[in-house]
């Protein structure tokens, strides 16, 4: 709770479950580095749950938090827990500086993450931007938002084949089209904003080598100068839209005084938004389409849902908290801290494994089971929480809602087109997105 | 500073007396700048995340109304701790017509 003093979250100390010989083992070999556990992570996430619920990662170099009532504890407490020491002191993990002086050389500069900071800085930053996906306004979004994914749908469904890829055809495309169109730039770019959004999130993955830094800073660097020229250009001439507004954004201090964000902040803003407003609500959509064809009933309750706002918005919510698509975010330790009664470092790296959190069968009983009418659905951790929960999340499950409204109208009988083991995922500690999904489906 | 008064009980059962409250300022924004036990206001504001609950006391509830269907929704995800007069703090803002207004913060959603 907000007024939970340190010392009685470090005084916290919840029961440990006896272990199973399998969890023994995997908790004993496991790591989220391994691709087999980052592809199937659940069952060394309940491992850790149960047995060792605050458990470092060698392998990884990183405290995992896996039980949902430390995950809360711990991102609302931006002070202990950084954000700014957990994102930027680990980014390009023992390749800092080269990544930093390629993007200086060749991406018009290296620009620190604004959002990915810690209070008061963050306050100032985070209240910027605030207003552009609030509830409501992200509801007056919904017609136009219906049309873009509708049409999208529609000219899949055009070329006649029965076939398509879920994610590179559908998911990762609507995305990419709605944020677009948000920030005022331009469309048809799909293929290039798609690989660029895969360089940025490589910087959370933990999973680069050097010839994969090289490759993710050039793609950065492309992105980056292109964003700089429609900054550009919006500072001559705005426009109705969240660049020009960025450009032209003022901070207001604690004392009340305003200021003008910085070049380098815009940017990093801007990208931020780009790169979140697409990636994650793709994944998102993604695994809607693996549940619908892989989870027994999931199509029929898709139908039902959708005839009922109520039981949609609860629908898409138990989807986000049954198939979190952020599965675990970092954290730095500010001092030596007790969670749950382990030790955490001064300067430890940390992640929040959110996908475990909404797997814990303390707040969500049968969490496998996928089950809309849960009373306390609103807990789940998959926008993570604290005062860096997404500031999306509105416009996210606008998203998700919308693709599984016009899915359930335009498409039947959809299947995958590939054996479920055949699915391959991204490599990364921070997402769970399936990479590509061959489906066939029949028109409605 | 304003003059409008609020009374708020935190989840820990304290009662919070607060009397320059300016108009315009939500129950969320009150509560989170004065450390009030229980309203978090993740998302801002943005009606977005259900951290900020309150219950209206019951004769302040034809002046503060129902809440909206976007509203009604977030609510709804937190639904074994909502009651009749449940709302979210962002999206009531103060105004003179609630001087005086008394809410007590929903404890948050366990299972």
């Known amino acids: 709770m907000a007024t939970q003093t340190t010392e009685e979250m470090e005084a916290k100390v919840s029961e440990r479950v006896a272990l199973t010989s399998d969890e023994e083992k995997v908790l004993k070999e496991g790591s989220l580095t391994d691709f087999g556990i980052q592809a199937q992570p659940r069952e060394y996430f309940r491992a850790m749950r149960h047995g060792d619920p605050v458990h470092y990662d060698e392998k990884l170099g990183s405290w995992l938090i896996t039980r949902h009532e430390d995950i809360w504890d711990v991102q609302a407490d931006p002070h202990t827990f950084s954000v700014h020491h957990g994102y930027h002191d680990f980014q390009a993990r023992g390749l800092q500086d080269e990544f930093r002086g390629y993007l200086r050389e060749h991406g018009g500069g290296y620009f620190p993450d604004a959002i990915m900071s810690d209070p008061p800085y963050h306050t100032r930053i985070r209240k910027l931007m605030e207003n552009a996906f609030t509830a409501h306004r992200v509801k007056d979004l919904e017609p136009r938002i219906t049309e873009v994914v509708s049409n999208l749908i529609s000219e899949v469904i055009e070329r006649g084949d029965g076939k398509c890829d879920a994610v590179k055809d559908i998911a990762v495309p609507l995305t990419i089209r709605i944020i677009v169109e948000q920030l005022g730039l331009d469309q048809g770019m799909e293929d290039e904003i798609s690989k660029w959004s895969g360089a940025v999130t490589a910087q959370i993955s933990a999973m680069q080598n050097r010839d994969t830094m090289i490759e993710n800073a050039k793609l950065m660097s492309e992105l980056q100068l292109y964003l700089i020229g429609k900054m550009k250009e919006r500072e001559q001439d705005p426009r109705e839209d969240m660049i020009s507004d960025l450009v032209h954004a003022e901070v207001t201090n604690e004392d009340g005084t305003k200021e003008k964000l910085t070049f380098e902040e815009a940017v990093s803003l801007v990208r931020a938004t780009l790169i979140a407003g697409n990636d994650t609500t793709a994944t998102a959509i993604g695994n809607l389409f693996y549940v619908l064809t892989t989870k027994p009933g999931m199509a029929e309750l898709l139908q039902e849902s959708v005839q009922e706002e109520r039981m949609l918005n609860r629908f898409v919510e138990e989807h986000l908290r049954n198939e979190p698509p952020v599965r675990a975010l970092s954290r730095a330790a500010t001092r030596d801290v007790k969670v749950n009664g382990t030790t955490i470092p001064e300067g430890a790296h940390m992640l929040l494994v959110y996908a475990s959190g909404n797997d814990d069968e303390t707040y969500f009983p049968e969490p496998r089971e996928f089950d809309p009418t849960r009373p306390n659905l609103g807990r789940h951790v998959a926008f993570g929480g604290g005062p860096h929960r997404c500031i999306g999340l509105a416009l996210a499950r606008m998203e998700v809602k919308v693709a599984a409204r016009e899915i359930a109208r335009q498409m039947k009988n959809i299947k995958l087109a590939i054996p479920e083991e055949d699915l391959t995922y991204l490599k990364t500690v921070a997402t769970r997105t399936i990479e590509s999904m061959p489906i066939t489906y029949e028109k409605r | ?111």
């Open chain 2, 1 to 111: 500073m304003g003059n409008l008064t609020v009374k708020m009980t935190d989840t820990q059962g304290v009662v919070h007396s607060f009397d320059s409250v300016e108009e315009g300022t939500s129950l969320m924004e009150l509560g989170k700048q004065n450390g009030v036990s229980g309203i978090m206001g993740d998302c801002g504001g943005g009606c977005a995340c259900a951290t900020c609950h309150v219950y209206v006391d019951q004769s302040w509830w034809d002046k503060v109304g129902a809440p909206d269907e976007i509203e009604y929704a977030m609510l709804d995800m937190v639904a074994d701790v909502m009651q009749d007069t449940s709302r979210l703090g962002c999206q009531i803002k103060m105004k003179s017509e609630l001087d005086g207004i008394e809410v007590v913060v929903a404890p948050a959603s366990s299972y």
